[in-house]
């Protein structure tokens, strides 16, 4: 009996399903962090590696039918030397085909068995996307942190520290977002420092806050984004404001990734998108009239694409263990 084998392997987390014909699930298995920008790409495909093993469990993986790989970072597979990394770990899995995607093709799977549409992403970094026949045909942003990823949980990160040095830096009073950003990075000690008017000991928490911020690699910065989620829910007209700049933004690139007139279904990918929270509200509110589905779980997305590739269009969808 042939099974598939899907896996979502995302910046912080790598899951696999090994799914059979019927669309049950077989096995799971999960790891750290695969994306080949921000891991070193041999611990990558090694976590890769090591959650589809798990998932296999006793399975043969030379019955392995098809494996669909959605990857974030995917595009650092276009260096051949990196490349044949991936390929070394398929190879000693024993698995073949294995067909590496963007995470947000697997993304849009999960949402939809329309093959044509268009998916926007919003997590640690964000990306637009036009679909065509369950393609990325085009993209828009997702140009990492450095270049992009407006909208992002990094960008809200960043912006949620720029705006605490400006009111540090002005010496205005400290609203709910700037406590809370001072507390996460400093402490709370640096929150009663600060809250006074006296120019020196603001200057002396500016400096601190720029030296932490820049102590640590950049993404580390999408730690603050809950913070303005959770200011913006409490009224902070700083927080509000970045929250409907962040929507704007990634609305912007996803209309970008349609045609016009075009009918077909907007799927939402990522924590800063969830229904709950500000931003994922403020999309909705801006995508009104536009079919928009919210992406569960991107590891069924695809597992549902390595058995459309292994047993055709009438492959059921995968079934939740």
């Not at 949620?160 to 950003?181: F, H, I, Y």
């Not at 990075?185 to 120019?199: K, P």
Request: overall charge negative.
């Amino acid at each position: 009996m042939t099974h598939v084998v899907g896996v979502d392997a995302g910046g912080t987390s790598t899951r696999a399903i090994a799914v059979d014909a019927s669309g049950a699930v077989l096995g799971t298995g999960r790891a750290g962090g695969a994306n080949p920008n921000s891991h070193p790409p041999q611990e990558a495909a090694a976590r890769i590696a090591s959650a589809i093993t798990d998932a296999l469990g006793t399975l043969d993986p030379a019955a392995t039918a098809a494996c669909v790989v959605g990857m974030a970072g995917v595009s650092k597979l276009s260096d051949p030397s990196i490349a044949a990394i991936f390929e070394t770990a398929w190879k000693n899995l024993g698995i073949s085909p294995v067909r590496t995607v963007p995470d947000s093709e697997v993304a849009y799977a999960s949402a939809t068995s329309a093959p044509d549409g268009s998916v926007l992403v919003a997590g640690t970094g964000s990306i637009a996307g036009r679909v065509r026949g369950r393609r990325l045909v085009s993209t828009f942003g997702g140009y990492g942190w450095l270049l992009g990823d407006e909208g992002s949980a990094y960008w809200l990160g960043r912006e949620a520290v720029r705006s605490t040095l400006d009111v540090l830096g002005q010496g205005t009073e400290l609203g709910v977002l700037a406590n809370a950003v001072l507390a996460e990075a400093l402490g709370q000690s640096a929150v009663d420092a600060a809250s006074g008017r006296d120019t020196e000991t603001r200057t002396a928490t500016w400096r601190a806050l720029i030296t932490s911020a820049n102590a640590e690699t950049p993404i580390r910065l999408a730690r603050f984004a809950p913070l303005v989620s959770e200011a913006s829910a409490a009224g902070d007209p700083a927080a509000d404001r970045i929250t409907t700049r962040a929507a704007a933004l990634l609305v912007t690139n996803v209309m970008s990734a349609r045609e016009p007139g075009e009918s077909t279904p907007v799927v939402l990918v990522g924590s800063v998108l969830s229904p709950a929270g500000p931003v994922g509200a403020k999309v909705r509110a801006e995508l009104a009239g536009i079919e928009v589905l919210t992406s569960t779980d991107g590891v069924l997305g695809a597992a549902w694409l390595a058995a459309v590739d292994a047993y055709g269009e009438g492959a059921p969808r995968p079934v939740p263990a």
